[in-house]
């Protein structure tokens, strides 16, 4: 049984760009949630999607979206990438918008240069 | 404002001692307290989670306690081992509408040395 998989593990991009990050998550769940973590501090919530749609979100800017697909599975977009966006970007998955089995995936580490 | 607190920021401890982090929380509503294990670059992992009622849970050489009323919790580690060292994050789990909303505490950065 595949835990919450995030892919790709590792990015470097350069200031400007865009980029995005991709979470499938745990068999059974259908909930998505996005986190940005940035080095020695907790992670941040970003936004959560149920049901293909945005449901909850953090004070983040509109330069970060997302987007779930039918299958459950799930992308993050950071647009005009900005040297403080370099982070851990973290996806948790859980079922029906619950927070019981509330699962995390390895993160994606993000650095902008 | 929802807000969770812990403390120390970080911790050196010796291998085979002991150690307790704290954690403080201003959440409402409260649904649960749980306690996460990241190792650096990873994804935190689940240590325990407590509800309301629940006032100390085990999970091996970790134990957390709950006092709901003055919105305090502990983990205690015992006989610490090189594997222990992580950071340790709190997080409350507040009810928002028909979902749940989960705050953060920054975490404590714990290193076991040999």
């Known amino acids: 049984d595949a835990g919450v998989t995030q892919s790709p593990t590792h990015l470097i991009k350069t200031r400007g760009q865009q980029v995005t990050l991709r979470c499938s998550p745990k068999?059974?769940?259908?909930?998505v949630s996005w986190y940005q973590q940035a080095l020695g501090q907790g992670p941040q919530f970003i936004f959560q999607?149920?049901?293909?749609?945005?449901?909850q979100r953090g004070n983040f800017p509109d330069r970060f979206s997302g987007h779930q697909f039918p299958n459950y599975s799930s992308e993050l977009n950071v647009n005009a990438l900005l040297l403080g966006d370099s982070a851990l970007y973290l996806c948790?998955?859980?079922?029906?918008?619950?927070?019981?089995?509330?699962?995390f995936g390895s993160g994606t580490r993000l650095t902008v240069v | 404002k929802n807000q969770v607190e812990q403390s120390p920021q970080s911790l050196i401890i010796l291998e085979g001692k002991n150690c307790t982090l704290q954690c403080n929380y201003t959440v409402s509503p409260f649904s649960n307290l749980r306690w996460y294990k990241q190792d650096t670059g990873r994804g935190p992992v689940s240590l325990t989670i407590m509800t309301f009622s629940e006032n100390t849970k085990s999970n091996g050489r970790y134990t957390a306690t709950l006092d709901a009323d003055t919105k305090q919790s502990s983990l205690h580690i015992t006989a610490s081992q090189l594997s222990d060292s992580a950071s340790y994050i709190c997080?409350?789990?507040?009810?928002?509408?028909?979902?749940?909303?989960?705050?953060f505490g920054s975490g404590t950065r714990l290193l076991v040395r040999p």
């Open positions: 997080v409350v789990s507040a009810k928002v509408d028909s979902s749940y909303k989960l705050i």
């Open positions: 948790a998955s859980s079922r029906d918008r619950g927070d019981y089995g509330y699962t």
């Open positions: 068999s059974g769940h259908d909930t």
């Open positions: 999607y149920y049901e293909e749609e945005e449901r």
